[in-house]
């Protein structure tokens, strides 16, 4: 009998492997989405926004609200490590072409972590100094994710997971801490826009899939 064509796979769900770059870009989407919807554009608020709108919030100056700002980038964080620590994986069988696209994608993410109106000295300011380490570690681990898939199954499951279960918390619940000042600016009541929601499918998205990946019985 002639010997199958189909490449071998440790993966024991192949069809699943795609809701990780599905998910990812579900993730992605969602972030740079309404997360405060309003008619005028520049009245829209984006996930991306929050990190910086946070500061000039009155009850965040006051200190009536404590916030981690850097806290509201961490989906940005999670994605990138995700895709770096997983696509390159032998396991999972993802085309070349699809390997680098999302080695693209988290390097194009990670890039958002720069700050508006950056220069190279406001970057190492600390006010943005850990903000930078986050840009620049995702970047070499984008660059170095050849030798990333060779971390043990566990352990790059365990990073990856404690990523999205911060990058689900912090800029969620904090969403949620400062919509009631939100809503004393726009003078309206307010609630999550669908961004938000998209955001938190993608990450949940990729808990999901690594839970699989990582803790599914090989060969079943």
Request: glycine share 10%; net charge positive; aromatic share 12%.
């Amino acid at each position: 009998m002639a010997q199958s064509s189909i490449p071998n796979t440790q993966y024991p769900i192949p069809r699943v492997r795609w809701l990780l770059p599905v998910s990812a870009l579900l993730a992605v989407v969602g972030y740079f989405a309404p997360w405060l919807p309003h008619q005028a554009a520049g009245l829209v608020i984006t996930g991306l926004d929050l990190g910086e709108l946070v500061k000039f919030l009155y009850p965040v100056q006051q200190g009536d609200i404590r916030l981690w700002r850097e806290g509201f980038y961490l989906p940005l964080v999670a994605v990138s490590v995700a895709l770096s620590l997983l696509v390159w994986r032998r396991e999972l069988g993802y085309p070349l072409a699809v390997r680098l696209g999302l080695l693209l994608l988290a390097a194009v993410t990670a890039l958002n972590l720069l700050p508006p109106a950056w220069t190279p000295g406001l970057l190492l300011t600390p006010e943005f100094r850990l903000q930078t380490g986050m840009l620049l570690g995702c970047l070499a681990l984008a660059l170095l994710a050849p030798l990333a898939a060779l971390l043990p199954k566990r352990a790059a499951a365990l990073v990856v997971l404690l990523l999205i279960a911060a990058a689900l918390y912090f800029p969620l619940a904090q969403f949620g801490w400062i919509l009631p000042a939100l809503a004393a600016l726009y003078n309206r009541p307010l609630v999550p826009g669908w961004g938000a929601w998209l955001m938190g499918a993608g990450l949940g998205g990729i808990g999901f899939w690594v839970v699989r990946w990582a803790l599914w019985p090989k060969g079943k």
